[in-house]
């Protein structure tokens, strides 16, 4: 019996699965984006302290003005150079892929009540999963065209939350 009403229900599950695995990538992208950010910001607050300090250096020990020049010349170039250096493109990539997954998992949801409910046949539920797999496959596209490796340790602690979110929300 339990394999007939699986196979009745073969739609569902899928589509139920997919929202599992989104809710997934929701949590491993939102940690990914605050990983990147904790080095964006160390390489601003390097290059705040190099800049400021040495202005306060050379004010200070006239005698090495050649020095101090290097580091405020070597800090500007860092602040030039911010937007081309990969984990700053990385972060900012993380930080609309997370907004791009939020804003498909809320619509997901939406959905997936619909279908819980009974009210859409297997044919559009189909098409709906279809377009929801595309959509993920596109927002990661364009934010990581060249992939992105998965950290582990990263992706269980995003299984993990997942996993406690579904059985919050949906008393599973």
């Not at 949590?27 to 607050?45: E, L, T």
């Not at 400021?52 to 405020?72: L, N, Q, R």
């Not at 609309?96 to 809320?106: C, P, Q, R, S, Y």
Request: contains cysteine.
């Amino acid at each position: 019996m339990a394999a007939v009403d699986q196979a009745q229900h073969r739609q569902q599950n899928l589509y139920w699965n997919q929202l599992i695995e989104l809710k997934v990538a929701c949590g491993y992208i939102r940690r990914y984006r605050d990983r990147q950010s904790v080095w964006v910001r160390r390489f601003a607050v390097l290059k705040a302290v190099a800049s400021s300090g040495s202005i306060a250096g050379w004010a200070v020990w006239k005698d090495y003005a050649f020095i101090w020049g290097m580091i405020i010349a070597l800090a500007q170039l860092a602040d030039a150079l911010s937007g081309a250096l990969p984990f700053t493109k990385i972060h900012k990539a993380a930080s609309e892929h997370t907004v791009a997954l939020d804003g498909m998992f809320i619509d997901a949801q939406l959905e997936w009540e619909a279908i819980f409910a009974g009210r859409v046949a297997d044919e559009e539920i189909a098409n709906r999963l279809h377009r929801l797999r595309k959509a993920q496959h596109a927002a990661e596209s364009k934010h990581f065209p060249d992939g992105l490796a998965v950290n582990q340790a990263m992706f269980d602690l995003a299984q993990r939350e997942a996993q406690a979110y579904i059985e919050a929300n949906y008393d599973v």
